[in-house]
């Protein structure tokens, strides 16, 4: 239970940080659209930062907020990377929805992998493609295809459960991923 509960304050914290970015840039309320985009961006990465530094504490069976030898750097890449893909996806979604949940599902593949080796303490980049990533990945990107589509539906609410009950699911497998020390080809 400790786990879960761990697991779901770091969801949490990415669903909050996506749903921010997604209000920001698409927010109409007068300030530049730039101005909009770049402060969505800022708080997407920021939240994907903390979102994965506790992450790997949970992995690691650390108490959450112990930054004490956590790769911070390490981590702020990849939730750069992270941010990159979701903003893709978004600009693909308008689109055509089915092609931007198929893409990010594949560059997630990736970015798991990447934060994968952090947790097992390999090179950032050792490994690019981990097959193990790829069911979790689904996931993820099919939670955001919905959450989007009920977004644009009028119904954001379900879609934010929606999007946090996979993010969940992602990240209870991502955890088990995280803490197995062999690795697969």
């Known amino acids: 239970m400790k786990d879960n509960l761990r697991i779901a304050i ?4 990415e669903g909050v940080a996506l749903v921010a970015w997604l209000a920001l840039v698409r927010s109409d309320t007068g300030m530049s659209s730039t101005g909009l985009v770049i402060a969505g961006l800022a708080v997407l990465a920021v939240g994907f930062t903390v979102e994965h530094l506790l992450a790997y504490n949970v992995i690691k069976g650390r108490d959450l907020l112990d930054l004490r030898g956590v ?3 390490q981590k702020a890449v990849v939730s750069v990377i992270e941010t990159a893909i979701w903003a893709v996806w978004l600009i693909l ?10 893409v990010l599902a594949g560059l997630l593949i990736v970015e798991h992998t ?37 977004v644009d539906a009028n119904l954001a609410i379900v879609g934010i459960v929606v999007l946090v009950v996979a993010s969940f699911i992602e990240h ?7 803490r197995r020390e062999t690795a697969a080809a």
């Open 10 to 13: 770091f969801t949490i914290v």
């Open 71 to 73: 790769p911070i750097g």
């Open 93 to 102: 979604a308008g689109l055509n929805a089915i092609v931007a949940a198929v």
């Open 114 to 150: 990447l934060s994968d080796n952090v947790f097992k303490g390999r090179g950032l980049f050792s490994r690019l493609l981990d097959g193990r990533t790829i069911v979790f990945s689904i996931v993820e990107a099919a939670g955001a295809a919905i959450w989007l589509a009920l």
């Open 172 to 178: 209870t497998m991502a955890v088990d991923l995280g």
